[in-house]
């Protein structure tokens, strides 16, 4: 027993003496700017307040656009949502994508990002706050082909569900699956989004998804038309509503510097 307790105790001084070793050689520094001034949450005193900042901008539940300073959030949208509104009930969002959300974002894409677990935690409080009362049966990420999947090692958008589905105390759905490979959707036009993305999604089964109150995860929402085909194909297997909840959403810096952002 002895034995043991000695071996503990060598083990624990040892992991010490690594871990101070690693902070010297390779100090912390902020996962968002980069600064040698990371907190153990791994961002910066001012990165931490601009996230806070950021998440706090009143946006339109429709689109997930933001709001002007004096313009009043709608249950059925603002002037800038599309024409025709999207199979998805509603968004809850964190923020524009604007530091320090966006190296956030690309650091869960393309890194292995510490801050998964955090920004899921909020977005998941958000998706509390935004929808008190109202009882979700399941969480759906919106899913990544196999092939890219492959090329980055990771699925970004199921990794922040199953936090979300982890806090809330939901199931965490697999049936959504994409069933074509895509070309990225970053430099297209809205309509060629739309064609992009067309019958792109499929089910694996439908006896979770009928009837649900699903809640389909992504990152990043731009014009909608992922999330919208992604819905649009949960609803047709017999899901009862769709509401999305992302990180962020891309848009023009103007729609966000009438709040004195830049």
Known sequence: MKRLVCASAVGRAFSAA????????????????GCHDAAAEGLCPACGVRLLRLVSLPYCPRCGATLGPHIPERPDGCGGCPVTLPRFERVIRLGPYADPLRPLIRGLKYHRCQMTQRLGVMLAEGVAARLAGRKLDLVMPVPMHWRRRLARGRDHARLVAREIARRLDLPLGSELVRVRHTPAQAFLSR??????????????GTRAVAGADVLLVDDVTTTGATANEAARTLLAGGAGHVTLAVIAKAEAPTAYAEHGWS
């Open 18 to 33: 690594a871990g101070g070793l690693a902070d010297l050689l390779m100090p912390a520094v902020c996962v968002a700017c």
């Open 191 to 204: 309509t060629q989004r739309i064609r992009n993305v067309h019958r792109a999604f499929g089910l694996t």
